[in-house]
């Protein structure tokens, strides 16, 4: 096993492995806040019940995901420094900047208003909390909007220059507002609230499905419904435009999603591969599955090609993506999930239109909620896919075209960095078995529908529980 003498390789996967791990907490964290923004406001609309049990009932794993997500993001910040020096060095007069950005301006007004959203509830006013949480939930995509800033920078470079290695910018706004940059933050900002939306969906068929609570988890469901709703359709569409970048900014990555081998001329209509078995040592698919004149349609919404597709055998071996199987079918599992969620939201939709969905019918729908029980993993496995095509296909460039991933790397001694790889697998393994754990007790335990409402609420004018009880046997429930 070479690898575990090559300090490159060594750096890549600990880094791959911190950012794998670390993506699967702010990805709820920062979808579930802007729900928790919605339920809140509801409930000061409404003032019924139940808007403010879920508000409670789900804040719980939100907190839980946050903590999560801080100890697991800090290390990956300071492998910048500890395992990709030489890359800090040459481009952190701007990237550096904006890490610096998000800690102090996204993550520290998150963190100042989270205090207030989960203690302030009998402290402040009712606006005054809700104001709190639009805070929180702001912060939390604010830090989004930089992380993507800076990743979409080293996808397509801009606002300066590179001079004996080093980036000098010369224009702030304009490196910042990249080619990439608005697409890449939306696409990211419809996943994370996607994704959450399939998993509060989720939890809260699991409980219909066991006869917990039925009516206080279908209003959940039919909340989540409605945002989905716009959000799914417009992920795939955000989806359609950032692999339009791609086939126009980085030619290189687009043959590696398509494992394209071979240049395609403007004016055909290539099919598209549905699914290979791409050989990276000899060039070529072993075989493929092909939809005649699909590419094009993919691409530009148009029967035939006005710009050529580039195969992967426009570049020397050393300057294109190598492991392009995985990037292949990381964009397929990616874009298959998002088609698979957009069509549960429409078909849950329907079952809505037709009176299926009331508490005392929904029991009944029991593939649909076993649909939305199996989608509640899917968007964290798109997302990883998502971020594998992302930064795999942009190798072997650490900023495309301009920086080699071979050459970022600080020269340390491999069998340290090994065991500072394996170190952060024991951790994070036991963060990921602590997490399952709080979680898992939480859903079991259920909200508290016993909750007082707080006491800066005046209790005239409330709209009473009609929730239906815990159905389960005695047994169950104890």
Request: net charge neutral.
């Amino acid at each position: 096993m070479e690898f575990l003498s090559d300090t490159v390789v060594l750096s890549r996967m600990q880094f791959a492995l911190t950012a794998i791990f670390h993506m699967l907490w702010p990805v709820l964290s920062t979808g579930m806040a802007i729900y928790l923004v919605v339920i809140e406001g509801l409930w000061l609309k409404t003032r019924q019940r139940d808007y403010y049990l879920h508000a409670r009932f789900w804040a719980k794993l939100y907190v839980l995901n946050f903590g999560i997500g801080v100890a697991s993001g800090l290390p990956m910040e300071f492998q910048f420094g500890t395992n990709w020096a030489p890359f800090s060095e040459a481009v952190g007069d701007f990237f550096g900047s904006i890490l610096g950005f998000e800690g102090a301006m996204a993550f520290m007004l998150e963190a100042g208003f989270l205090g207030i959203m989960l203690f302030g509830w009998d402290r402040v006013p009712p606006l005054m909390h809700w104001l709190a949480t639009i805070m929180v939930a702001f912060g939390a995509n604010l830090s989004t909007f930089w992380i993507l800033t800076a990743n979409s920078w080293l996808q397509t470079p801009a606002g300066g220059e590179f001079v004996a290695g080093k980036f000098i910018v010369s224009n702030y706004f304009q490196a910042i507002l990249n080619p990439f940059m608005l697409n890449s933050f939306l696409h990211m900002f419809f996943a994370t609230l996607e994704t959450s939306l399939f998993v509060i969906g989720g939890i809260s068929a699991w409980y219909i499905l066991n006869r917990r609570h039925p009516e206080f988890f279908v209003r959940s469901l039919k909340v989540v419904l409605v945002i989905a709703l716009i959000v799914a359709p417009l992920q795939i569409f955000i989806g359609h435009l950032s692999a339009e970048q791609v086939y126009h900014y980085q030619p290189s990555k687009l043959a590696a999603m398509e494992a394209q081998w071979e240049t395609i001329p403007a004016g055909s209509s290539p099919a598209w591969s549905l699914v290979a078995l791409p050989n990276n040592q000899e060039g070529r698919n072993q075989w493929e599955v092909k939809v005649p004149g699909m590419l094009s349609y993919l691409l530009e919404l148009k029967p035939t090609l006005s710009e050529p597709v580039k195969g992967l055998k426009e570049w020397q071996p050393q300057d294109r993506p190598h492991m392009v199987g995985l990037i292949y079918y990381s964009f397929r599992i990616m874009s298959g999930i998002g088609v698979f969620l957009a069509g549960l939201m429409g078909f849950s939709l329907w079952r809505w239109l037709r009176g299926q969905l009331k508490a005392e019918a929904i029991s009944n729908q029991k593939l649909m909620l076993w649909g939305w029980l199996f989608a509640a993993p899917l968007g964290y496995v798109a997302v990883e896919c998502g971020w594998i095509v992302r930064c795999v296909g942009r190798q072997p460039w650490t900023v495309y075209g301009e920086l080699r991933t071979a050459d970022m790397a600080t020269p340390l001694p491999a069998p340290e960095v090994l065991t500072s790889l394996l170190g952060f697998a024991g951790m994070y393994s036991l963060l990921f078995v602590g997490a399952l754990y709080f979680g898992s007790r939480i859903i079991r335990k259920g909200p508290n529908l016993d909750l007082p409402l707080p006491l800066t609420i005046s209790q005239d004018n409330l709209e009473p529980m009609q929730h239906q009880p815990d159905q389960r046997p005695v047994e169950a429930q104890q």
